[in-house]
């Protein structure tokens, strides 16, 4: 079992940054591969970005070259910073863990509880 809990949200200008954590306990960090996801109200449940056990990372294009994911192997957490925001980037922001990179929700076992992002035009 994994235990991720994500924190760093929080209301924020178009134009502003954030930077999200996913603090993760249980098995082994090195052992998973972890992305970020958001959902926005009344929208399916969507991709951010991705990244291997060693620090390989992929993302959607709706966030390129204003996300980047790290992770810190010895802290057991994992970041996003969000750079540029935009109103469209309001979400509840999900971090998961799984034994693949992958864009697919189905593609991660654990799951932490979520962080609402709010951006303000």
């Known amino acids: 079992q994994v235990q991720l809990v994500e924190s760093g949200g929080g209301l924020v200008q178009a134009g502003g940054s954030l930077r999200l954590s996913c603090a993760a306990s249980?098995?082994?960090?090195?052992?998973?591969?972890m992305g970020w996801f958001r959902q926005a109200p009344g929208k399916e449940r969507e991709f951010v970005g991705t990244i291997s056990w060693s620090g390989t990372t992929y993302y959607a294009d709706s966030v390129k070259g204003r996300f980047t994911i790290s992770r810190d192997n010895v802290k057991n957490t994992m970041y996003l910073q969000m750079n540029s925001l935009k109103p469209e980037d309001t979400a509840v922001y999900y971090c998961?863990?799984?034994?693949?990179?992958?864009?697919?929700?189905?593609?991660?076992?654990?799951w932490g509880q979520g962080t609402q992002v709010t951006v303000s035009s």
């Open positions: 249980g098995r082994t960090f090195t052992s998973y591969a």
């Open positions: 998961a863990a799984g034994r693949l990179t992958t864009t697919l929700r189905t593609g991660y076992d654990y």
